[in-house]
């Protein structure tokens, strides 16, 4: 659903940045911006995400298996940060080069990405496959959350 800043009403568009440190091949899968985590984003209104990319920081992100990576989403996860609705997820099961960004694969159901005021846009990642150097590392890196107002 690609956008220009004329299709937007008033021309309005924000943009959230939620940053994340390395991560071993071996480490867990976790969830940022939910909780007490500083880095949370709570929708200040209602909004539709229009997209999210993700920006590797420490370093080139080499990833040369496509059966052991490292799987990024967005999700909503409601007022109490308990929700799971998936907005985007980004399989990087290819090489991303530092300072880059690749954009996540968004819902296609337009109502999906609908947040309301005060509900939390949270990032995460888990492993698919084993645990491999060359697959499941993360190197640290920012994630780009656009929206717009509705």
């Given at each position: 659903?690609?956008?220009?800043?004329?299709?937007?009403?008033?021309?309005?568009?924000?943009?959230?940045?939620?940053?994340?440190?390395?991560?071993?091949?071996?480490?867990?899968?976790?969830?940022?911006?939910?909780?007490?985590?500083?880095?949370?984003?709570?929708?200040?209104?209602?909004?539709?995400?229009?997209?999210?990319?993700?920006?590797?920081?420490?370093?080139?992100?080499?990833?040369?298996?496509?059966?052991?990576?490292?799987?990024?989403?967005?999700?909503?996860?409601?007022?109490?940060?308990?929700?799971?609705?998936?907005?985007?997820?980004?399989?990087?099961?290819?090489?991303?080069?530092?300072?880059?960004?690749?954009?996540?694969?968004?819902?296609?159901?337009?109502?999906?990405?609908?947040?309301?005021a005060g509900e939390l846009i949270a990032v995460s990642h888990i492993s698919v496959g084993g645990n491999d150097t060359m697959g499941t590392v993360l190197v640290?890196?920012?994630?780009?959350?656009?929206?717009?107002?509705?």
């Open positions: 659903m690609p956008v220009a800043i004329g299709d937007i009403p008033e021309g309005t568009l924000r943009a959230e940045v939620i940053t994340h440190a390395a991560l071993a091949s071996n480490g867990g899968s976790a969830a940022y911006g939910i909780g007490t985590d500083a880095q949370r984003f709570r929708m200040p209104q209602a909004g539709i995400i229009l997209g999210c990319d993700w920006e590797p920081t420490g370093g080139n992100q080499a990833n040369s298996k496509t059966a052991s990576y490292r799987q990024l989403k967005l999700y909503n996860g409601s007022t109490n940060g308990a929700g799971t609705v998936v907005l985007g997820s980004l399989n990087m099961s290819a090489t991303l080069a530092s300072n880059n960004t690749r954009a996540m694969t968004m819902q296609t159901n337009t109502a999906s990405l609908t947040a309301a640290a890196g920012v994630f780009h959350i656009k929206w717009r107002p509705i």
